[in-house]
């Protein structure tokens, strides 16, 4: 396994969309497998591979509590729980959606920037997994807003396309000013949000 270069906004590769996989080759599986890598190397819970310069509907995710106490097992629901991760999506696609709830996001694209985002409490959706099996899944909880955060990343949007323009230009204009910290200097509890 590998741990890949992540793509940091305003890089324009992270706004094409991605393209669905076809069939589930050898490559894929690596690059599923490299994914899951880099997302804990870089303390993530979600990865989508137009992040790693790979324009595929594929993402990784792992909303699991940490043993740094990163998050709470009571933080998770009967739904997350029952959920084995870490979890690939390929080719995910949101069948069902109801509820509405806020979650402070951040992103491996945007390290160190955090916004509230308006998200669906609860989702349906479809995918393929390592197998090439379809299979469709109910979430809800961190879970569910991690996988459309990642889904939106396949559509070739950002948290911060979800944001009043006021937020968002004012976080466009701290990136542009202050630029990003470096990986080392970013605190612990900053890596712990990001998605």
């Not at 969309?17 to 190397?41: G, P």
């Not at 097992?73 to 509405?100: A, F």
Request: a negative charge; charged letters at 35%.
């Amino acid at each position: 396994m590998a741990i890949l270069d992540v793509l940091t906004f305003p890089d324009p590769r992270l706004r094409k969309k991605s393209k669905a996989i076809e069939s589930v080759t050898n490559e894929v599986k690596k690059l599923a497998n490299d994914m899951v890598e880099t997302m804990y190397d870089f303390n993530g819970i979600g990865l989508a591979a137009p992040q790693v310069n790979s324009l595929l509907r594929l993402i990784a995710l792992d909303t699991r509590p940490t043993k740094e106490g990163r998050y709470k097992n009571e933080d998770m629901t009967s739904l997350e729980q029952s959920i084995e991760q870490p979890l690939i999506l390929i080719n995910p696609e949101i069948l069902e959606k109801t509820g509405e709830t806020t979650y402070e996001e951040g992103c491996l694209s945007l390290p160190s920037y955090f916004e509230s985002v308006k998200r669906f409490d609860w989702i349906k959706i479809e995918a393929l997994n390592l197998k090439g099996e379809k299979f469709q899944l109910e979430v809800d909880g961190l879970l569910a807003i991690c996988i459309q955060h990642e889904i939106d990343h396949l559509d070739g949007k950002l948290f911060i396309d979800r944001l009043s323009p006021i937020k968002a230009n004012r976080i466009k204009s701290k990136i542009k000013k202050y630029g990003y910290p470096d990986r080392e200097d970013e605190t612990e509890e900053e890596l712990s949000k990001e998605l």
